[in-house]
């Protein structure tokens, strides 16, 4: 699922703008925690609900 939501996320106008400040870290992933910046976790929660039109 993480593979979709990335692609998804990849897909969003602000990815680009995301990528350039956090770099490489931006997908972040801890087992048992989530991804590591907030952003593409509070993402990756909404998106895991099925909430696809969130506005970040």
């Known amino acids: ?3 979709q ?4 996320f990849m897909s969003q106008p602000f990815y680009l703008q995301l990528k350039y400040i956090h770099g490489e870290r931006l997908f972040d992933f801890d087992e048992g ?3 590591r ?3 593409v976790q ?5 998106w ?3 909430d696809k039109e ?3």
């Open 1 to 3: 699922m993480k593979e």
């Open 54 to 56: 969130f506005v970040i």
């Open 33 to 35: 925690i989530g991804y």
């Open 48 to 50: 895991c609900k099925g």
């Open 37 to 39: 910046n907030l952003t």
């Open 5 to 8: 939501f990335e692609k998804f």
């Open 42 to 46: 509070i993402a990756y929660v909404c």
